[in-house]
């Protein structure tokens, strides 16, 4: 059969920019993808309406075929019963536009800032807390960028840059070089780091560009990963790890604790043995923040404390992360497992 789709005009855009383009964005698509029958994922347009449906075409080839409880699937399908109200969950549940010094820029934690660098990230999942975030005005736009970078030079409290967003990896190299060279600058700022799903949906972002960036900064570099079940990791993301790893100095991982994907105790030990397979350590479990429209993912609090407990049991300390839920205006993560501090009674 002739092949009548057009040749791809010749263009310089790296091949990860173009597999972005090219994501899977509507429901017809993805129950294709998978062999479900469309109406088996079709009740979600309304939701997918309101936070759009997208996946790079890479994530979607590590679901399984044929199963809509898929724990990858389960992460970005949208569903009618988002839309429904639940009460405790909002639009901003960590109450972080209040928290902006600038457009862009959080600081609730002593010795580190957080700037909010873009909007844009590769995947869409539907417990981000970050869902109804109002990206267009408070995050790091370019009319705000030297207001910020001026900010950052004149705090000397600052030790920490953490660049996240939406996904700080989908700014092209050339802004992501601008950020981290700005840091040269700022002699207080002494990490770097960098909090990303890219190379977990995307592996290829991880590229020579990429790693270039990277290379240039004479800071201690950390970088942060979001994966959420071990069948994320395939050899594409054991290879982009691997590549990060080679340029940084240290490579964690952070997880939500998610209703029907995640939390059972024997895919949660999977999750860290994995994740140490290619050399990245489990940091933090997240608790799910209550955002509209994620309800149907939460884990009370007793539940998870219990998961932990069997996690705890089942590995070596370096590999249970630390279960943390983000209480407004505390001065730290709130961890609840492993405890942290043995009562005051104990022996
Ligand atoms: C989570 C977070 C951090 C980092 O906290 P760590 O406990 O150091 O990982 C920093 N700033 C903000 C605004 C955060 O939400
Ligand atoms: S990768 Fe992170 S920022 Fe992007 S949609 Fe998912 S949870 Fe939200």
Redesign the pocket.
Known sequence: MQDTTPLPRPTAAPGWQRELAHAVTTLDELAAALELPAASLGKGAAAAADFALRVPRGFVARMRKGDPHDPLLLQVLPLARELLPVRGYGSDP?DEVAGLQHPGL????RG?A?LVTTGACAVNCRYCFRRDFPYASASLTSQALDGVLQALADDTGIEEL?LSGGDPLSLNDRRLAVLIGAVEDMHHVRRIRIHTRLPIVLPSRVDAGLLGVLAQTTRQLVVVLHANHPQELDADVAGAAARLRSACSLLLNQSVLLRGVNDEPATLVALSQRLFDIGVLP??LHLLDPVRGAAHFHVGERRARRLMGEVAAALPGYLVPRLAR?RPGAP??VVLAPMLHKPAHAT
């Open positions: 960590l959080l600081q609730k934690y580190r957080l953490i940091y933090y983000e730290a993560k």
